[in-house]
């Protein structure tokens, strides 16, 4: 059962948007603080020979890796645990769902997510427990991440026309926490101690739980089922199910280019991109503020062209923002794979690069999102988030996959490669737009 809650509203919308949106943001910032700092703090620190060596199972867990995908460069070994560690931190809310529909129930299920998070980032201050607080922030993301999402759905009717702009609206405060991030963070982590730095995102994550418990007066009530009561879907359910998996696929290629950005992309700049301002060289993981601006703006500009043209009757479908989107991002490796061709690659030019993308993720990540809790049968709200949130586990598997073929390839080629992947996804969106839709009637037609 959908739930929208009436008369308690901020800036026309639930008065739950800015609990769930700040809560979530905190775990933008610990999550994108960990992203910043972790290739660089393997590659620069923790894979060196003498502490590598105190790392509790590494030596198993990359004998493992080397059985499964071949023998591997340190490089190459980073890029495929941080994958791993990715994609599996979106495989999880698959269990958190299931907690949070038919357990614990949605505020529960958050609240034990986001202390074994900030569990796991402290953790990080002993590079003896690397990969134990890997597995503490992996499962607590999975209480947290799938279940937020479900419950910005339930504060609004199915048929609210505030929806996607929620969404947009969510986006933005949690892009928020993502530019802080590399601020605080990457700072820290970089120009201090690893550790500082990981410590840092630990207490975000604390602030976090606290906003959560503070506002929940104004979140949904919780409907967990229980653990044995079946969920019977009838046929036109399974159909629209169907159809939204089908989206996933051109989505999955898509966020498998797109988070190249904060993988190998900052190993590359490590090196290849002059970052020096007025002689002072600005960290890599600096890059972190100017793609949270940038992201920011891409969502406000993309709100405010839907807003114009929905004025007019003209708004384009979610198929067609997604399309668009895509093929920004395609064109903005198109752009790094040029900028890389020079002996020296000036940091305005690799500003360039996140600028284009993050137009481009203002058309994708809101209308996705909103599409998902739009269209998926109540009974299931939260699961088909989980499912959602699972391609990025897909994305980042392949994102980590790939990554050893940047050293083959070389940085042009390797850019030009993702190039075209996001081009076909952006290809499928547009001739797969009928038959997906067909799928989706009536509610989509």
């Not at 129930?105 to 201050?125: E, V």
């Not at 590399?182 to 994550?205: C, D, N, Q, R, Y």
């Not at 890059?287 to 993309?302: E, K, P, R």
């Not at 500003?351 to 269209?375: H, K, N, Q």
Request: proline letters at 5%; one cysteine or more; charged letters at 15%.
């Amino acid at each position: 059962m959908r739930v929208e809650l009436q008369g308690a509203e901020l800036f026309g919308h639930p008065r739950g948007l800015t609990v769930l949106a700040t809560t979530h943001m905190w775990e933008r910032f610990s999550f994108f603080g960990m992203q910043a700092l972790l290739m660089l703090y393997m590659t620069k620190y923790l894979l060196l020979p003498e502490h590598a060596r105190d790392v509790l199972g590494l030596a198993q867990f990359r004998a493992g890796l080397v059985r499964l995908f071949g023998p591997m460069t340190d490089l190459a070994f980073a890029s495929q645990t941080f994958g791993i560690y990715s994609g599996l931190i979106y495989a999880t809310p698959m269990l958190g769902a299931w907690l949070g529909d038919r357990v614990l129930g949605k505020t529960r299920t958050i609240t034990l997510g986001c202390l074994m998070m900030s569990a796991g980032h402290l953790t990080m201050a002993s590079e003896h427990l690397f990969l134990p607080a890997l597995l503490l922030i992996i499962f607590g993301g999975g209480g947290v991440i799938g279940n937020m999402y479900a419950q910005v759905g339930l504060l609004y009717a199915a048929h609210d026309t505030r929806r996607t702009r929620a969404f947009g609206v969510y986006l933005i405060t949690l892009n928020a926490g993502a530019l802080v991030a590399p601020l605080v963070v990457g700072t820290l982590g970089e120009k201090v101690s690893w550790h500082w730095g990981f410590g840092a995102a630990g207490i975000g994550m604390l602030i976090g739980l606290a906003t959560y418990l503070g506002g929940k007066r104004h979140l949904p009530p919780d409907v967990a089922r229980a653990g044995g009561q079946k969920i019977r879907l009838t046929r036109p359910e399974w159909r629209t199910i169907a159809a939204i998996v089908l989206l996933f696929v051109p989505y999955i290629m898509y966020a498998t280019v797109a988070n190249q950005a904060y993988a190998i992309m900052y190993v590359w700049a490590d090196t290849a991109v002059d970052r020096k301002v007025l002689g002072w060289e600005v960290p890599v993981t600096w890059i972190g503020i100017f793609d949270g601006l940038m992201t920011i703006l891409g969502v406000i500009v993309a709100n405010r062209i839907w807003t114009f043209l929905d004025r007019r009757g003209r708004e384009p479908h979610d198929f067609a923002k997604l399309a668009i989107g895509y093929g920004l991002v395609a064109l903005s490796y198109l752009l790094i794979a040029a900028v890389s061709l020079m002996p020296v690659v000036p940091i305005l030019l690799w500003c360039s690069f996140y600028f284009a993308m993050d137009l481009g993720f203002g058309w994708t990540e809101s209308p996705i999102t909103s599409l998902v809790s739009r269209d998926s049968p109540p009974t299931v709200a939260s699961t088909m988030m989980a499912v959602f949130m699972s391609t990025a586990m897909f994305a980042n598997f392949l994102l980590g996959w790939m990554g050893r073929f940047y050293e083959p390839l070389g940085p042009t080629m390797y850019w030009a490669l993702l190039a075209a992947i996001a081009g076909v996804a952006s290809l499928l969106m547009i001739v797969g737009r009928g038959p997906v839709l067909r799928l989706l009637e009536p509610k989509a037609a």
